[in-house]
């Protein structure tokens, strides 16, 4: 059985209601290079084989098991699944969760007992903490003199990934196609700081970056609060910043720490 976007969406909001996650959500973020659900409507995972340089490594972005069929080993049979194809992929690795640029989370939410006890008892170890933090959609911060901030909509933010965040690039042109990239400008017309929201999941902001010449000056804060300001202007009242790097940075925002993640890894072949 072919598993949609849709039948998906709704084995999630059955086994992970909280969540909320959306169709829309879920085929974005199935649909990159290398993406494949395996299962059916009932039980299913989420894989990505991917290429970071000359490594080849596997992530586990999603597992879901319908509450009428959990424990009875369906969500072990998908991930077996997914073992089986990444191994015969040559991936040397199975990596939990953190499948940038398209994951659901940064790693197992650690308030989920049982999907944390699931992950220990298939094989992870321990990987790194993910962290995301709330802030109030009411934060405002005025940009510094001689800086504007507006909805990006042409090239100048993937300019300053290109310059100085490659990684992000893909996060930020999604975020411009949707309309949900705000972009700082210097006086020159220079893009020297981005933030967005709503790239992978509603209301999670990020990525967000300023110019590594231009910071501590307040323009990280102002992109924020354009964030925040388009976020209540859609009826949220809240934000939630994902896989937060700087916790001294968004915690003098007034952001609190929502949701503690861990990532793991589990080896499939010898290490060439």
């Known amino acids: 059985m ?6 998906l969406a709704a084995l999630c909001a059955a086994a992970m209601p909280r ?7 879920l085929g974005w973020i199935c649909a990159g290079e290398g993406t494949t659900i395996v299962g059916d409507d009932d039980a299913a995972a989420v894989v990505t084989i991917a290429s970071v340089g000359d490594y080849l490594g596997a992530w586990l972005v999603l597992v879901a098991v319908h509450p009428d069929h959990q424990g009875r080993g369906r969500g072990r049979a998908v991930v077996a699944e997914v073992v089986e194809g990444a191994r015969a992929s040559g991936a040397s690795d199975l990596h939990l969760a953190t499948a940038i640029p398209r994951y659901v989370w940064p790693g197992v939410d650690l308030m ?15 990987g790194p903490i993910g962290i995301n ?6 934060f405002e911060q005025p940009p510094p003199s001689g800086v504007t901030v507006e909805r990006e909509t042409g090239f100048g933010a993937l300019e300053l990934c290109d310059r100085s965040y490659p990684h ?12 949900t990239a705000f972009s700082a400008r210097a ?17 999670w902001i990020g990525p967000m970056a300023t110019d590594p010449d231009r910071r501590a000056g307040g323009i990280g804060g ?21 896989w937060v790097s700087n916790l001294r940075f968004y915690g003098k925002c007034g952001a609190t720490v929502s949701r503690v993640f861990r990532g793991g890894r589990q080896p499939l072949s010898a290490r060439r």
């Open 19 to 25: 969540e909320a996650l959306t169709a829309a959500e």
């Open 2 to 7: 072919s598993v949609t976007p849709e039948s």
């Open 133 to 138: 933090m709330a802030i109030s959609t009411s």
């Open 222 to 242: 102002a992109t924020l609060a354009a964030v925040c300001a388009d976020l209540r202007a859609l009826g949220e009242s809240t934000g939630e910043i994902a």
């Open 168 to 179: 992000w690039r893909p996060e930020v042109e999604r975020a411009i196609e949707l309309g």
């Open 187 to 203: 006086t020159d017309g220079a893009t020297i700081g981005f933030s967005c929201h709503s790239v992978n999941r509603r209301r």
């Open 112 to 126: 989920d007992t049982r999907a944390a006890a699931f992950c220990e008892a298939i094989g992870f170890d321990d």
